[in-house]
């Protein structure tokens, strides 16, 4: 069954998007009664059947509602910096979006080559990979910022930062506890300065390692989010 995103439900009669009027109309030729599922991003899960097939705005009744499908007992917040080549970070947010993340933060870290991002194109992303994995909750994606300005915020919950530099570090795997709000912390190609390395732990940071491999930036997002979402089921 197909299905949509339409971000604010109030009532049981609703419309789709003039985007994804278009694709319910248009490319997947659904008609009058068709029956399709309809997330809006904050837990809400719907059963739904087309009332007019509109290809601008398609009118949309709603039959059953879920408001906390899929709600997890655990919270995982990725700080990343963007890779050079934006292709990579737009992977990573795909995946991650599929395996399970509640928040992403891009940084600018002293060793960042992308210190430019288009938020309204990432969203897209994010949106497009919660349809696809059948989730009802879109990662909060927040704004870029300097790795110093992100470490004047106040965070809940466990917090570890992955590098590559020397020093004794525990693999994640051994830290994470289940059903915790967890945030992590993941470097540039050029991986975190051992100033910031520092500045994280004096703000209450553990230093974390993701195995014995150097790790490209977007891999090690990837596994540190398998790791967490591993140790929650």
Partial sequence: MQLFYIPEIKGSKVLLSPEESRHAVKVLRLSQGDAIQIVDGKGGFYQAEINDPNPKKCAINIRETNKKFGKR?????????????????????????????????????????????????????????????????????????TFQDFMKQKFSGEKFIAHCNESNKRHFRNLVKPKQQTLVLIGPEGDFSAGEVELATRNGFTEITLGKSRLRTETAGIIACHIVNLANE
């Fill in 73 to 145: 007992d655990f919270y995982l917040h990725l700080a990343i910096a963007p890779t050079k080549n934006i292709d990579r970070f737009e992977w990573f947010l795909e995946k991650a979006t599929e395996i399970g993340v509640d928040e992403i933060s891009p940084l600018i870290s002293e060793h960042s080559e992308r210190r430019v991002i288009k938020p309204e194109r990432l969203e897209k992303i994010l949106v497009a990979a919660m349809k696809q994995s059948v989730k009802a909750y879109l990662p909060k994606l927040n704004e870029l910022k």
